[in-house]
């Protein structure tokens, strides 16, 4: 019940493309979802995260949408570009708890 | 510059032997986390500390110890007994417990 499922594993995408990724969880107190990017050598850094009081949130090319019912939750990448090939990471936690709880990544790649 | 300075960037370990990475912080935050990443996987929690002087374990501690004496410092040390060290570590930090948490660059850890 403490899973966060990520897929797909990898992605390759022509430049201007909208990837999209998607994680599933099964725990209902979780209320934090962040999304993260991670280059390689690098560590991950976060990208955008949403409560589940609301059901969409964008900041500038990258949107997160939340289903609550479904327990599910995407990242999609507007007008991608070769810069954001990079892997993603979704994660989840609940306010009683700090423990994160990561999927295990999308290696995106975004070809010219 | 804020941020979180973990080093050395790559460390070799021979058999028996117990290694310490550095893991400092200058963004006055109370929380540190010490992570675990293998390819393929996600980030797997090693051991936080939400206050100096104080840690708990995380999923993965056998084999590992870490200290909290200062609050901008959290190293941890790879014992003997983690037969399987060979991984990226992954430090972070965030305001409190359940805040974004922010990561380091990370060290490679491999065997002789």
């Known amino acids: ?112 | 510059d804020g941020g979180i300075t973990q080093s050395p960037k790559y460390l070799f370990r021979k058999e028996g032997q117990n290694v310490t990475l550095s893991c400092e912080q200058n963004l006055n935050h109370d929380a540190m986390y010490w992570y675990r990443q293998d390819p393929g996987q996600g980030l797997r929690l090693i051991y936080y500390s939400q206050i100096v002087n104080d840690f708990q374990k995380g999923d993965i501690a056998e084999g590992y110890s870490v200290s909290r004496e200062k609050k901008e410092s959290f190293p941890l040390t790879v014992t003997s007994a983690q037969k399987n060290p060979t991984a990226f570590y992954l430090c972070a930090s965030s305001i409190q417990a359940s805040q974004p948490q922010h990561f380091g660059d990370g060290t490679r850890l491999s065997i002789l």
Not at chain 1, 48 to 65: H, L, N, Q, Y
Not at chain 1, 72 to 92: E, K, N, R, V
Request: proline share 7%.
């Open chain 1, 1 to 112: 019940q403490q899973q966060v499922k990520q897929s797909p594993q990898s992605l390759i995408v022509q430049k201007g493309g909208i990837p999209i990724i998607n994680c599933a969880y099964e725990n209902t107190a979780f209320d934090y979802f962040p999304w993260y990017q991670q280059f390689p050598g690098k560590g991950p850094a976060l990208l955008i995260a949403i409560r589940p009081d609301v059901s969409e949130k964008k900041e500038g090319r990258f949107t997160i949408s939340f289903n609550k019912s479904a327990k599910q939750f995407s990242l999609h990448i507007m007008d991608s570009q070769p810069g954001d090939s990079a892997t993603y990471f979704c994660a989840a936690s609940s306010g009683s708890n700090y423990q994160l709880i990561w999927g295990a990544g999308t290696k995106l790649i975004i070809k010219p």
